[in-house]
């Protein structure tokens, strides 16, 4: 969907490396999240902002840090890869000012991460 | 026992068939419901958003909830081969909650 973006759309690095992943969005809403998708373990949340000054951690959190830039941009930290980090990473909107809406979620392409 | 639970399949049809698509889970206190179709190498999209029990249509495609039984079902009608893609369900407790629950997918595979 191009109103959630997602760069870079593919990354091969090395263990040990620090890796950025970004996520921007034009839809205007209020809260982002970070998921990881792996095969056999479905969608599982890393991250989730309710809005810039207010981030909160998800269920596998650990080696991942997080930064709400602006309403809009929403990044991702490796700060040392490590192969089992591998997978395919989804950031997503929601709109809670919109009621019934808050369940929805809009994601953006991912981005393959592939850590040796 | 996972708080949701989804056959992974892979389910194949041919064209035009009836598919059915289920999620089982084990919190009462789930009341929203949704389906998401995610083609390969993309990101998830809605497809169908239902509140509580009952049946919501749109197009070919239909949600059943039966909150007594924990089980909701996506049906599609004339299935195309452009429905080949993985279906993930999804709940959560209330429409202002930030936590959305989703089984691990059902990919669906509809020969011409």
């Known amino acids: 969907d191009a109103d959630v973006t997602q760069t870079p759309r593919n990354r091969i690095t090395k263990t040990g490396k620090r890796i950025m992943l970004e996520c921007s969005q034009t839809?205007?809403?209020?809260?982002m999240y970070w998921y990881r998708q792996d095969p056999g373990l479905g969608l599982r949340l890393i991250y989730y902002?309710?809005?810039?000054?207010?981030?909160n951690k998800g269920e596998i959190s650990d080696g991942y840090s997080v930064s709400r830039q602006a309403q809009a941009k929403f990044s991702l930290s490796l700060e040392s890869a490590i192969p089992n980090q591998t997978a395919l990473y989804f950031c997503?909107?929601?709109?809670?000012?919109?009621?019934?809406?808050?369940?929805?979620?809009?994601f953006g392409p991912g981005t393959r991460l592939t850590v040796l | 026992q996972k708080e949701v639970e989804q056959d992974p399949g892979p389910l194949s049809v041919p064209e035009g068939a009836i598919v059915s698509l289920n999620c089982t889970y084990s919190?009462?206190?789930?009341?929203?419901f949704m389906w998401y179709r995610q083609y390969s190498r993309k990101g998830p999209e809605l497809l169908m958003y239902?509140?509580?029990?009952g049946n919501k249509e749109d197009g070919r495609f239909t949600a059943q909830v039966d909150k007594s039984s924990k089980y909701i079902s996506l049906f599609i009608r004339d299935s195309q081969p452009s429905d080949s893609a993985t279906y993930l369900c999804a709940m959560s407790e209330n429409s202002g909650y930030s936590t959305l629950t989703f089984g691990k997918g059902t990919m669906l595979l509809v020969s011409p």
């Open positions: 902002s309710f809005d810039v000054k207010d981030i």
């Open positions: 239902t509140y509580s029990s």
């Open positions: 997503a909107t929601s709109d809670h000012r919109t009621s019934g809406t808050s369940g929805y979620r809009y």
């Open positions: 839809k205007g809403h209020d809260r």
């Open positions: 919190n009462s206190a789930f009341q929203y």
